[in-house]
């Protein structure tokens, strides 16, 4: 996990398309958020999007494990179109029992972390894995106990959510979701709710993931994280995407007047 | 291992100068002490009317306190009480779900339920289901139009007690189900999103994550239902049904010219059978209260000293501090 780790992201970075969004767009009744997005994250990639709020990058996040359905265009991971089948040129809308299999393999943390109030931090972790995947208890908890210790929290194990503070609160959120074992990971603001000394324990745990190989899309505020750890930057706007590229190099050298002036606020 | 880690730090932290701590006058509450003194006086009034006035004659309150007619008539109405309590609870789970489901025949269903139920008098209702043998003489199952598979004669099957049931029952469905709706709107809508990011099916999200913390409001007002419900049992004399506690008092009260100390005895054991009641209540809030309102400070679980022995020091240093 921590070994020679920029060969071991080097090498990921170049791998396989994981994600493809193609020209989608969401409608809110007649709102029209997401307007013709297109992006590719590939596998170990670490994608951030950056933008004002109401730009739209929240809802596209969103979009790729079907907590909103898209109006138009095509998500795909790997080769699986999120939401729908395709037959024979026309779509037909998933099941629930495939969208719920499909969700398995792409995991989220909140803004607001949603933890399960009435369970304890273990009891949290797991979960889905004994719901969902059948897992045995014993086997669950051994797993549970081992991504709290990553997470820096293996004794609050038996602590409910309310005796937690917002930062542990989230990296339990993370566990959480590492414990169904997806191969992609969405963090939708997960920062944003902290309190700003908080901030950096859950940005380590999401840092180190990264480097453990992690496919990751994060719509953030944290400039700070994009540049460090992201392996590409996007900049979104009313729901476009603007600008995309290295972090480093949209941040040093933004092509665009709107990101030069979003960044110029942020930064 | 955590002991002496604590007396360490207190000690630590006693080292600088002991605070001289603020030892104030407290506030002075005449107007209680008048508030009690006139309260001491109207209780003692009441207590001493209840024991001198002959009317109350509590001699006939003992002698029917334990009566077997009475004892027998507490079984019935703590009978009728918990069997029409656990059909309106499922029936009112089942329209509640039903209520939220993207079903719109299911939704509609449980709409029409609630307002049928709620909007026509229970004891209108009892009466029907007595007269139901008479609307209906023949249960049958078979085929629409086609071969009878089976069939019985509904008085046999509902008898007054199924009819009372039945009657306070399904009225009761329609109240509990908004109870219950409630209860499943209080909870965030971000529950449902991790549970579903998580891959879970809608049933056991309703089951699992939703139900549970729903339960902490639906509770207290089901609570205040079945009290409500204990001493609605009394109106089944419209059926009628004639074993409950209300009646049989009243029966016994009506051969020996007694009213007034047969209602006494009636109204003691409702209120022994509420107080109980409570005491359930109490212990069930606390159950689905757990992570939210009876919080210990600190755990202490097998799972903490497995960890503590296997956790390395060089973790993630801890944030500390609980909200």
Known sequence: MSTPMNETVAAVKTGEPLVRIEDVHKFFGTHHVLRGIDMTVREGEVSVIIGPSGSGKSTLLRCVNMLETISAGRIRVRDDLIGFRDVNGRLHHLPAKDIAAQRREIGMVFQRFNLFPHRTALQNIIEAPTQVKRQSKAAARAKAMELLDRVGLAEKADYYPAQLSGGQQQRVAIARALAMEPELMLFDEPTSALDPELVGDVLNVMKDLAQSGMTMIVVTHEIGFAREVGDTLTFMDAGVVVESGDPREVMANPQHARTREFLSRVL | ?323
């Open chain 2, 1 to 323: 291992m955590s002991g002496p880690a604590l007396s360490g730090t207190r000690s630590d932290k006693a080292a600088p100068a002991r605070p001289e701590l603020i030892d104030a006058v407290p506030v002075r509450h005449p107007g209680r002490w008048a508030g009690a003194v006139i309260i001491f006086i109207v209780a003692a009034l009441l207590v001493q009317s209840l024991v001198t006035n002959q009317n109350f004659r509590w001699d006939t309150v003992g002698t029917y306190l334990l009566d077997v007619l009475v004892i027998q008539g507490i079984g019935w109405t703590l009978l009728l009480t918990v069997l029409s309590m656990v059909i309106a609870i499922v029936l009112a789970i089942l329209l509640a779900f039903m209520r939220q489901s993207d079903n719109p025949l299911f939704r509609y269903v449980s709409w029409v339920w609630v307002w049928f139920f709620r909007g026509t008098p229970v004891y209108t209702q009892l009466v029907f289901w007595g007269l139901i043998a008479v609307l209906y003489p023949k249960i049958a199952l078979g085929v629409p139009f086609g071969p009878e598979l089976f069939s019985f004669s509904t008085q046999d099957v509902i008898n007054a007690f199924i009819a009372a049931v039945l009657g306070l029952g399904l009225n009761e469905s329609a109240y509990l189900a908004e109870i219950f709706r409630a209860g499943l709107k209080s909870v965030d809508t971000g529950q449902m999103e991790a549970a579903e990011a998580l891959g879970m099916r809608k049933s056991k999200i309703m089951w699992r994550i939703i139900l549970p913390q729903a339960m902490r409001v639906i509770v207290p007002p089901t609570g205040n239902e079945t009290i409500g419900m204990l001493k609605t049992t009394s109106l089944v004399l419209a059926v009628p049904f004639t074993l409950d506690l209300t009646f049989v008092t009243n029966g016994i009260a009506n051969r020996s010219y007694l009213p007034i100390p047969l209602l006494i005895v009636a109204a003691i054991w409702y209120l022994v059978i509420t107080s109980v009641l409570m005491v359930g209540q109490y212990f069930i809030e606390r159950h689905y209260g757990k992570g939210v309102d009876n919080l210990i400070p600190a755990p202490v679980k097998a799972t903490q000293a497995v960890t503590a022995a296997h956790t390395t020091p060089a973790t993630t240093a801890d944030e500390g501090g609980h909200v």
